[in-house]
């Protein structure tokens, strides 16, 4: 499919999915990252005058702040800007340091639970959707955090793999910058994605693509694919 045709297809899916939920327009987190970028410019072609983004610094880079601030000059969107530093460091001294061997990335993820939080309150406030910016890529192996980056009302971007993702951002006309830079959620100092992975986009797009990969990265994908298949599924009920 062109490019051009899936444009404008995400963007009436945008507009048809908000209407049809009865809500006014769309808000988008907005990190500075080529898939918020993308998203943000769908949302605009789709409601122009009721997109909103929130840039919601947390010991981030002050590159991603910047970017993000370029991205809304581009597109001509509202944005607000939410300092979520001092409400993430008053939680962590309320919960305790912790030094267990996943304390480090329990308090790495309060971080996008609190950026959803902080989109959903202007949603309700506004009757806006919240837009997700997750790509299929990262949807296939559960990269994200569950009721945080993954708590949201729409994912306009999820049949998308990273590689197919920076063709829309060149043609939606992104700024470099932004398409260039390597991947991160921005959890910590020099965090990417692919590092955390331990796959590079490149190999995982062409699995999911074609199915094709060396026997351990096929290992990889499956495994992650499986122990976090509970993040896309809502939560179980138990049946008396």
């Avoid at 404008?8 to 970028?37: F, M, P």
């Avoid at 989109?119 to 569950?146: H, M």
Wanted: hydrophobic share 40%; with cysteine.
């Amino acid at each position: 499919m062109e490019t051009a045709v899936i444009a404008e297809k995400l963007t009436e899916w945008i507009r048809e999915k908000t209407i049809a939920a009865g809500c006014e327009g769309v808000v988008v987190g907005i990190s500075g990252g080529i898939d918020s970028a993308v998203v943000a410019a769908l949302a605009v072609r789709a409601f122009p005058g009721r997109t909103l983004g929130v840039i919601m610094p947390c010991e981030s880079q002050p590159e991603d702040v910047e970017h993000g601030h370029l991205v809304a000059q581009k597109y001509g969107f509202e944005l607000k800007v939410v300092d979520l530093l001092p409400i993430y460091k008053a939680l962590v001294e309320i919960l305790g340091e912790g030094d267990g061997p996943r304390s480090g990335l329990a308090r790495a993820n309060i971080k996008p639970r609190l950026r959803m939080i902080t989109l959903y309150y202007f949603a309700q406030e506004r009757n806006y959707l919240v837009l997700g910016t997750g790509n299929k890529s990262e949807l296939t192996i559960g990269y994200f955090t569950k009721y945080g980056d993954g708590g949201v009302d729409l994912e306009p971007i999820g049949d998308l793999v990273k590689s197919q993702v920076r063709e829309l951002a060149r043609y939606l006309e992104v700024p470099e910058a932004i398409i260039n830079k390597p991947p991160s959620a921005g959890l910590w100092a020099g965090q990417t994605d692919e590092g955390e992975m331990g796959l590079s986009y490149e190999e995982l797009d062409r699995f999911i693509l074609t199915g094709e990969a060396d026997e351990k990265v096929k290992s990889k994908i499956k495994h992650l694919a499986r122990i976090n298949q509970h993040k896309l599924q809502p939560p179980p009920i138990a049946v008396l």
